[in-house]
């Protein structure tokens, strides 16, 4: 059995960035991992490569449950499973949304407005355009645009210029209304995940243990404090303890079930599991949010659009679906060939050249949950995002594809656009609305199921502390009260930041 100062479960863009900070506090830290070290692997390394991770040996492979709002479809949900976490596995895409989106984190979580957040997101970052009020140099994260932007990308920005959004030089700037090309981890032409850039550098440090393939079954408790987990180490169950404390940031779906299978959670779902009830949380699970994506608006291409640059898009759009809402809720990115779900396949074929545009809705308001179904380490799970439950969601991206299809349409794309594929004319009505239903998917953003607050249904504090409990911190998208209308690397990455000032000065 081996003692640390502070274990931390899980190496994804939380758990890398909080170990990074506690070891250059001169903290003893063992970094456990399910997943293997993942260096040196093409497939991961390939920026071009991404989509066709899901499903494979570096990750997970759960699933969305079905519903008839999104006709009955599994969607999945894909986590990596690798040093890194996902981001060794996602699109690259570093977004920090709108400063309304942690303002509103603040009305529940006293410290977490965007003036307070700032600071920790310009510590992560290494910038390409150089420090500056609102974006960090030197940090551990290389953030590149692309150097060369594919066709499709390059006509998105002059499409969005045609339907009258302004043109960013940084969508992580002072607005982030309007078109841009894409901030992405990417360095030299690779990806440059959070063990890139967060751990590579401290793998020689004699105050870190990396234990990579090594899931954790367990926290242990002793009476109301948390003193070390339970893992599996080539084939056994072995102990490791804690004198400070653990950090939990194995992800959204992971934490909540390693809280349950802890004794932590909704009394009911414990006692159902034959689990003892060590803290009686009925929060952890709930609030489960994502951002549905319809995958996608697929065109018929004039050219071929040859070998895939940069992470397979190159450009974001944001805008609103009504104008009197106060942020944009809208985003879509180009895809340099087809892409679409099975059933959008299906329905459709999608043969031959083509390109595709997938919006997302990144303000949605249906909510979901996560069920542990047995007590088994990796036994089966229910995850129900909920998509499109609340009407507006689904008349927002019924909006977003209609602009998507007017942008494509217009000059920008002539040279490129050769008609409708998918959908395979202009729709309206319920029309439009079931093909949504089709192609509605995923934008991987799981977020919120042990959420942070004040309140007494919260999981865990403002200060990242699972409430009731003393050395035991979560550190990943779990904690999130209310999704960002963003990509969610770079506010996790933000959340592991604070997360090791919160625990060094806690603990
Ligand atoms: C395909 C895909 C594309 C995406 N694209 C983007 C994008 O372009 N931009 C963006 O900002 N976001 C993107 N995301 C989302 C973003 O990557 C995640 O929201 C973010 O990385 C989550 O960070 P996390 O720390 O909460 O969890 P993760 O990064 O998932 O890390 C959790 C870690 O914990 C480990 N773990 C889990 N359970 C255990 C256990 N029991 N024992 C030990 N270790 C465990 C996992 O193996 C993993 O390494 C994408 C995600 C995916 C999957």
Redesign the pocket.
Known sequence: MATFDFIV???????SAVTRRLVEAGAEVAL????PPGFGVEELDDPAR?VSL?KGAYDWGHDYAPTDRVLGRVIPI?????LG???A???????RGHPLDYDRWADTSPGWSFAECLPAFKRSEDWEGGASDLRGSGGPLRITRSPDPHPVAAAMLDGAAEMGLPILDDPNGPSNEGGALSNLNISGGRRHSAADGYLRPILGAANLTLIADS??IRVILNGDRATGIVHRLGGREVVSEARLGVIL????I?TPR?LVLSGIGPEDDLKRLGIAVALSRRGVGQNLQDHPLVRAVNCRARVPMGRPRDNGGGTILNWTSDPALPQADLHAFPVQGRSAVPAVLDRYGLDGDLFAIGPGLMRSHSRGYLRVLTAEPEGPLEIQPNFLADPRDLAALCRAVEFVQDMVEGPAFAHLFDGHAAPSARLSGGDLEGFVRLACSTF??TCGTARMGADDDAVCTPRLAVRGLRGLWIA??SVIPDIPSC????P?TMIGERAATFVLEDA
């Open positions: 479960v899980g190496s994804g863009s939380g758990g456990v991992e399910a997943g991404w899901a894909p986590r990596g499973r690798v976490g996902s981001t596995t996602n699109a690259m895409m570093w977004y899931p954790v940031a194995a992800g959204a992971e390693l991987f953003h990943d998208a990509n969610t690397h770079a996790v």
